[in-house]
């Protein structure tokens, strides 16, 4: 298995702009989550599914983040607008039962 | 609120010096406790997952214990390739929450 894959690795956008990041997860894994770290806050998780439903998005740090799982195999995590403060780097981890995760290579998002 | 506190927030050893990491937790109903190794760049990378207190789990130079209270991250006779950062996590119902971690350097 190819592991966790998310897309773009790097992105650099401008103030106000929308911006998308996608993730496969391992074939077969049922949960999917996606964190955001940063050097001051470390690891946080914004939102997971289960079986494509979102269960918990209390990490969501405001309505201008949203994520979809239109199926198994792909979600995404939609920032509109995008601010500076939202540079960070963005993982995506999927696992069989909410137990141990298997992260992808994150996206690195830079917002000027 | 779940809480994870990791210490020290950075190590440094000379290598085939002996340490280790400390992972101190607060939650309701813990299920799992999990250890990361996370290099610069990439995503965690799971290392152990302890579900009850006094269970060990090892591999190679890294040995995990539980209490409680806390896990530990024994690191046997470390390697420079041993560098790294080092995730805690709990699992309570539902829910994961991460420590900031402990940056580890192992100097030749």
């Known amino acids: 298995d190819a592991g966790v894959i998310q897309s773009p690795r790097h992105e650099v956008t401008e103030m106000g702009q929308e911006v998308t990041l996608r993730c496969k997860p391992i074939?077969?894994?049922?949960?999917l989550f996606w964190y955001r770290q940063t050097m001051m806050r470390g690891l946080e998780l914004l939102i997971y599914?289960?079986?494509?439903?979102?269960?918990?998005d209390s990490g969501m740090p405001e309505d201008r983040f949203s994520a979809k799982m239109p199926n198994a195999s792909f979600s995404t995590l939609k920032i509109q607008p995008s601010e500076p403060r939202d540079s960070a780097v963005y993982f995506c981890?999927?696992?069989?039962?909410?137990?141990?995760?298997?992260f992808g290579p994150g996206t690195r998002l830079t917002v000027l | 609120e779940d809480q994870v506190t990791q210490s020290p927030e950075a190590l440094r050893l000379q290598e085939g010096e002996s340490s280790s990491l400390n992972c101190s937790y607060t939650?309701?109903?813990?299920?799992?406790l999990f250890w990361y190794r996370q290099d610069p760049g990439k995503g965690p990378e799971f290392l152990f997952t302890?579900?009850?207190a006094g269970e060990e789990k090892e591999k190679e130079r890294l040995k995990a214990t539980l209490t409680k209270k806390e896990s530990f991250l024994h690191i046997t006779a470390p390697k420079p390739e041993d560098s790294a950062t080092y995730l805690c996590?709990?699992?309570?119902?539902?829910?994961?929450?991460f420590g900031t971690g402990t940056k580890l350097q192992v100097i030749p």
């Open positions: 981890a999927s696992s069989l039962g909410i137990y141990e995760q298997f």
């Open positions: 074939s077969g894994h049922d949960y």
């Open positions: 599914f289960n079986n494509n439903v979102p269960i918990d």
């Open positions: 939650v309701s109903g813990l299920r799992g």
């Open positions: 302890l579900y009850s």
């Open positions: 996590a709990v699992q309570a119902y539902q829910k994961v929450t």
